[in-house]
């Protein structure tokens, strides 16, 4: 999903017009359908974080020179936005979207480090039998 759609979801300025300019009734419906769609993003950012790790793993044994500490920092990170990715996760349920963005900020900037890091490791795919 894009930045600018991300942005959008999460948009303070949304739920202030609402607020301003409509029933609670409204405010209560626009909350509810936000909130899904904010746990719909989330679900599918963690799902393609997940894969994106589980293809570095399995590229892992095709790069010519393997590095344990980069392979343990990886996993670091994979556990820590696992854990901050869930936590988001009770948040959306708990307080709704728009009091969530500083961890949708952070959510995106290290599903975007997986990216990278997946993009780096098929640059570095090498032809060659994976090692056993």
Do not use: Y
């Given at each position: 999903m894009e930045t600018a759609a991300i942005e959008r979801i999460f948009s303070a300025e949304d739920i202030e017009f609402i607020c301003r300019s409509s029933t609670p009734e409204v405010q209560r419906l626009f909350l509810k359908e936000r909130r899904a769609l904010?746990?719909?993003w989330l679900r599918k950012t963690q799902k393609q974080v997940a894969q994106f790790m589980d293809l570095h793993l399995r590229l892992a044994g095709f790069t010519?020179?393997?590095s344990?500490?980069?392979e343990l920092e990886l996993t670091a990170k994979y556990v820590g936005f696992f854990v901050v990715s869930h936590l988001l996760l009770l948040l959306l349920w708990l307080r709704g979207?728009?009091?969530a963005r500083r961890v949708v900020g952070y959510t995106c900037a290290v599903a975007g480090y997986f990216c990278a890091i997946c993009s780096v490791r098929l640059?570095?795919?090498t032809a060659a039998e994976p090692r056993s």
């Open positions: 904010a746990v719909q010519e020179k393997p344990p500490g980069f979207p728009f009091r640059a570095n795919v």
